[in-house]
């Protein structure tokens, strides 16, 4: 009866570490390509890394992103990003919620 219980709960432990893993697998992969205004600054997130944004960049719907935080659509639209907003490679910006550090 013993055993029953243990390999129960292995299993279950199984589970567990399963979806804790995929769960942040999803968030990783859902913040791999973007460009991002942080802190009042242009990031680049590519292949999970988070650099600098160095260059204007033309994305493959036409999208025009600017070093100074101009987005240009392909139909004539132009947005400035804000804090929290991130444009996605496919041209789609998002606003992605960050919270503000308290002035201490």
Do not use: P, Y
């Not at 279950?12 to 399963?18: D, I, L, Q, S």
């Not at 025009?64 to 490679?89: A, R, S």
Request: net charge positive; hydrophobic share 40%.
């Amino acid at each position: 009866m013993k055993r029953i219980v243990i390999i129960a709960m292995i299993v279950a432990a199984g589970f567990t570490v399963k979806a804790q893993d995929t769960t942040g697998h999803k968030m990783h992969h859902q913040m791999k390509d973007c460009v991002m205004m942080k802190n009042g600054k242009l990031l680049q997130m590519k292949d999970g890394k988070t650099m600098d944004f160095s260059q204007d960049i033309t994305l493959t719907d036409g999208t025009m992103i600017m070093k100074d935080g101009t987005v240009k659509k392909k139909d004539g639209n132009t947005v400035t990003l804000k804090e929290g907003d991130c444009v996605m490679m496919d041209g789609t910006v998002k606003h992605m919620g960050m919270k503000k550090k308290k002035d201490m």
